[in-house]
């Protein structure tokens, strides 16, 4: 593989060259999944589809990411990363194509399912498991942190310029006089042809040798069971509240209750991603200074509170400002969560404990999007704002009083 610094190398500032083709890739995948999310509700809607039937297509690409992550986790340390990476990829690429050619909500929805495509400003793909425990691997404890802080902040930075890039796709469609579902498959266009990217830049990692036999027996988890298991139950209701409020799902409130074009949530999800990135770099020094749980909940409580909040501004621009103000608090869990997951349990359970911590959080935030649709389709006060506001606030408080004190090196 090619050593040679490279602009995202500085940027990123790892050396290690698997955890910065990781770290690449996963800035790709943002900036698509940051256009599809914006493109994709618009997109629905302009072909006939209903706010709950919405909120179906969004739960199955939910559901299917998480039945994929339960896969994963059972074979978790049996295959080597790059080639379920690669296989995901694979998978990506197909993905964009089904949802190209496929208008039909009974066929979208097993489309969704089985793909990749991901409806929230978050990963929830079958990407992450094998992303965070490949970077794990190859980054020392000391500077964990702030290597998956990195790792957030491209995936974040390059979403926000998804969204904006949708927003402008749309504005040339709009001006053009183009149908207006020319948005979502040009963004779905895109998505493949990015897919491709990703699939030709994961063959630079190099092939794992074979495992044996005793390597393979001890795969999944062994020694931190219970421990992980505490960390998916709790992590899980978050998901549940973070599924009321989906990228989707809130742009489809926004244009419901306040009229927003695609062009301005494009806009307004780009600038909320900027927000969220430039976070996530405060979580290393923060999580050094007062702990990893404690930068997890003191400011994920706050962003929630401004979510809660939001339904009840009466004016778009006011319902925007708590938006943002929750964009700046909200990610910056992140990088600290993930860290707290990977140090908690043996090297060799990671890939496990990265599935498992991720499956109920995927199953649980795949429930919430048809329950928002159905609120949504009965009125259009932002019911699964609040909903998901004090969901995610509970669990804060929760993951406080079981986490705060397990002593774990934030680094």
């Known amino acids: 593989m090619n050593q040679s610094p490279t602009y995202l190398t500085r940027i990123f500032a790892t050396e290690n060259p698997i955890a910065r083709c990781l770290i690449e890739t996963r800035a790709l995948r943002g900036f698509a999944d940051g256009l599809v999310a914006v493109a994709l509700a618009s997109y629905l809607i302009a072909i006939g589809l209903g706010a709950r039937q919405v909120g179906m297509v969004t739960t199955a690409t939910l559901v299917g990411s998480a039945a994929a992550t339960i896969g994963l986790g059972m074979i978790a340390g049996r295959w080597p990363g790059r080639q379920m990476l690669l296989g995901a990829a694979l998978l990506m690429i197909l993905t964009g194509l089904g949802f190209l050619v496929v208008q039909d909500v009974w ?19 079958v990407f992450l498991p094998l992303e965070q425990a490949g970077i794990a691997g190859e980054v ?3 500077s964990r942190t702030s290597v998956f802080a990195r790792y957030s902040l491209g995936a974040n930075l390059a979403a926000s310029l998804g969204a904006l890039a949708a927003g402008g796709i749309a504005t040339v469609v709009a001006n053009r006089g183009m149908a207006a579902e ?7 266009l895109v998505y493949t042809l990015i897919g491709v990217i990703v699939f030709l830049r994961l063959q630079g990692l190099p092939r794992a040798e074979t495992i044996n036999i005793e390597k393979r027996a001890r795969s999944g988890l062994h020694q931190s069971r219970a421990i992980v298991t505490k960390m998916a139950v709790v992590f899980s209701l978050d998901s549940l509240g973070g599924g009321f409020v989906v990228q989707t799902m809130l742009i489809l409130w926004l244009h419901q209750r306040h009229g927003m074009t695609e062009a301005a949530a494009g806009l307004l999800f780009a600038v ?28 994920h409580l706050p962003a929630n509170i401004f979510l809660i909040l939001t339904p009840f501004m009466p004016t778009m621009g006011l319902a925007v400002t708590m938006l943002l103000g929750r964009a700046l608090l909200s990610s910056m869990d992140v990088p600290a969560r993930t860290a707290f997951v990977m140090a908690a349990v043996q090297p060799d359970e990671r890939p496990a404990a990265a599935s498992y911590t991720n499956v109920p959080r995927s199953l649980a935030s795949a ?11 009965m009125t259009a006060f932002g019911w699964p704002l609040v909903i998901g506001g004090v969901l995610k606030a509970s669990y804060d408080l929760i993951l406080l009083g079981m ?9």
């Open 107 to 125: 066929l979208l929805i097993p489309v969704a399912f089985i793909g990749t495509m991901n409806p929230s400003n978050g990963d929830v793909s």
């Open 367 to 377: 429930v919430s999007p048809a329950l928002a649709g159905q609120l949504l389709s």
């Open 272 to 299: 909320s991603s900027l927000l969220a990135a430039f976070s996530m770099l405060v979580a290393a020094p923060m999580a050094r200074r007062i702990g990893l749980v404690n930068t997890m909940v003191f400011t």
């Open 403 to 411: 986490f705060r004190s397990v002593q774990i090196d934030p680094d």
């Open 182 to 188: 020319r948005t979502g498959q040009i963004g779905f």
């Open 140 to 142: 020392s404890g000391a």
